[in-house]
């Protein structure tokens, strides 16, 4: 069974401080998703991590994916408050025979921003 | 506008009331999925569609159904419901499943808020 941990589950950080969220999972998955939730509203894709050493940037985050390590890591550059949200990452895993794999999901990072 | 609709956005019902919340996406994609999200666990799967009549459990399937008679509408089905399923339940859907060699991040309907009493 795939277990996906993120560390850590709540974070609180000024603004202007730099942090890394991290994301283990536990199986050979090539690939890691990264999804931010704003309170009370749906997930949206941030990033999509293909293969071992990808590295995608987009404002002040930046992610990044170690497959031989089984880590990806999410890193705030300067946190602004527009950034607090929850963050999840989610590996592929659970194979059925029909070619079609589940997406599981990290419990998620609940980031605080505080001015 | 490409989106992921659900409904309805609140939903409170009794033990054993069969309900269906339904859940349609207009951008033609192959997989669909159910999620249950709860405090401190993070989202679950619940089951999943590869295409159109090809469904599989995920990690908590009990006490749920699904069909898959269309390519855009993947409804989910609670027969009985008990209060161990009020949840906050997440449609999505992405173009291709999430497997070896694809690059299609889910698309999230807005979800919809299930109260069991």
């Known amino acids: 069974e795939l277990k996906v941990e993120q560390n850590p589950l709540f974070l609180s950080m000024q603004e202007g401080k730099n942090y890394t969220i991290y994301c283990n999972y536990s199986?050979?998955?090539?690939?890691l998703y990264w999804y931010r939730q704003d309170p009370g509203k749906s997930l949206e894709s941030l990033f999509v991590?293909?293969?071992?050493?990808a590295v995608k940037q987009e404002g002040r985050l930046m992610a990044s994916l170690d497959t031989k390590a089984r880590l990806s890591t999410l890193h705030i550059t300067a946190a602004v408050h527009d950034l607090s949200a929850t963050y999840f990452c989610?590996?592929?895993?659970?194979?059925?025979?029909?070619?079609?794999?589940?997406?599981?999901f990290g419990k998620g990072t609940k980031l605080s921003v505080i001015p | 506008e490409a989106q992921v609709t659900q409904n309805p956005r609140y939903l409170i019902t009794v033990t054993g009331k069969k309900l269906t919340v339904t859940c349609s996406q207009n951008?033609?994609?192959?997989?669909m999925s159910w999620y249950r999200q709860d405090p401190g666990l993070g989202l679950r799967q619940i089951y999943y569609?590869?295409?159109?009549?090809?469904?599989d459990k995920g990690d908590v399937p009990e006490g749920y159904k699904v069909s898959r008679k269309e390519k855009r509408n993947f409804p989910l089905i609670l027969e009985s419901p008990s209060p161990n399923q009020t949840s906050l339940y997440f449609c999505?859907?992405?173009?291709?499943?999430?497997?070896?060699?694809?690059?299609?991040?889910?698309?999230f309907g807005n979800g919809t808020r299930l109260t069991v009493t």
């Open positions: 999505a859907s992405s173009l291709r499943p999430p497997a070896p060699l694809q690059n299609s991040p889910l698309h």
């Open positions: 199986t050979t998955s090539d690939r």
């Open positions: 991590l293909l293969s071992n050493g």
């Open positions: 989610a590996a592929p895993t659970g194979y059925s025979g029909a070619g079609s794999y589940q997406l599981t």
């Open positions: 951008m033609n994609h192959e997989y």
């Open positions: 569609s590869m295409n159109v009549e090809v469904t």
